[in-house]
Each structure stands twice: as C-alpha cells, then as structure tokens.
C-alpha cells in the first residue's frame, strides 16, 4: 500500500546549523509529495509541495526534491532559526484519488539559541 | 479572510456517548477532507467530500462513525458509542477543488477525550 516514511525526532539543532529531514515513500504511480508543518499551538500548514519527479519544491529558506529513483523528498534547510522549531509532516497524494494525503509520523524539530 | 473553523475546540465524553463534531470551510470551496490525529502520529485520513456527496469514506474505522455535508458546506462528523481508542485530534481541511494541485488548508482541530 502507500506509506509515507520519516526520520525520527526529536531533532535538535543550534541556530544557524543545516538541517535535513528524511523522508521516503511508497507508492505505485506518481504521487505529489508535500511537506506540512505545525508550529506549537497552530494548525498544520503547506510548506511546500513538489508534483513531478525532479521538481523541487521550496518556501522560506526550506527545500525538498522529488527524487522518484531513491522515492525519496528530504527537507533540508541551510540555517534553521529559533521560529523554525515545528513539528514536519512528510505527506503523498495520489492522482485519481481525489485529495486525500496520507502522512507520515511526523518529526519535531527544536532550535536552540 | 476566514480560514477552516472546527468547533468545539475540546470535547470530553464518557464512553459510550455520542458526539458531533463541526467544521466549517472555508467559503467557496467544494472540497472538505476528515483526518485524526493520535498523539504522537501523522494525520490520518478519514473521509472526503466533494459538494454534499462523500467521494470516499474509505478511511473511516468502522460503521459507528459517519460524517455528513448536507449543503456542500459546513461538515459534522458523528461518532456514535464512543470508545478511549477514538480520543485523538479530528482535523478537518477544505481545498477549491480535489484536483491534485490543489492546496488543502487544515483548521485547528477538534481534541476528542473519551474517558
């Protein structure tokens, strides 16, 4: 079936380090990708999404690229800051079934001053 | 503007008792999405609307719960008999469209106790 792979958190950071987030997924066809994130005491919101195999997908300093032959979109991040502390979903969306995600488990990331 | 509201924001219940639980999309878009969320888990996927009708309700657990969307707006889902295993957050997300470009925007959530 389609499943959605993360790394395990909690990842902690100091300001300015680089971060990645794996993520792998499986699944037949070719499903979006997107990454979602929560910040403490928020709803989850896009970050960024790729449709395409070597899309890549970036938003506030955030970058993730659809790689279809290792099935994997990692977050990466070149200088993460105290605000980007979050919790990060990995998600998927097959086409032809209408918009339904399935996610992974989510990794929390912790920034420290 | 307004974005997805779920309502209540907490709901606690004894075992065995009914419970709906609100959502309201935002304006105009025809998509509506269901997921729950257990601590510690991704977002799991529940059921969907496109308009009144449930396109797919594939991800609901069992036949003691059920969702409706009379007039393609606002959505309930009611969960009959509660048991502790339904505690969890209840996400509700509406999109323009169920195309697969399109953007689902999450509310914050119902938090479900059953005790």
Known sequence: GNSVTQMEGPVTLSEEAFLTINCTYTATGYPSLFWYVQYPGEGLQ????????????SNKGFEATYRKETTSFHLEKGSVQVSDSAVYFCALRKPNQGGKLIFGQGTELSVKP | GAGVSQTPSNKVTEKGKYVELRCDPISGH?????????LGQGPEFLIYFQ???????SGLPNDRFFAVRPEGSVSTLKIQRTERGDSAVYLCASSPREGVTDTQYFGPGTRLTVL
């Open chain 2, 30 to 38: 025809t998509a509506l999405y269901w997921y729950r969320q257990s």
């Open chain 1, 46 to 57: 896009l970050l960024l999404k790729a449709t395409k195999a070597d899309d890549k997908g």
């Open chain 2, 51 to 57: 308009g009144t009708g449930a396109a797919d309700d």
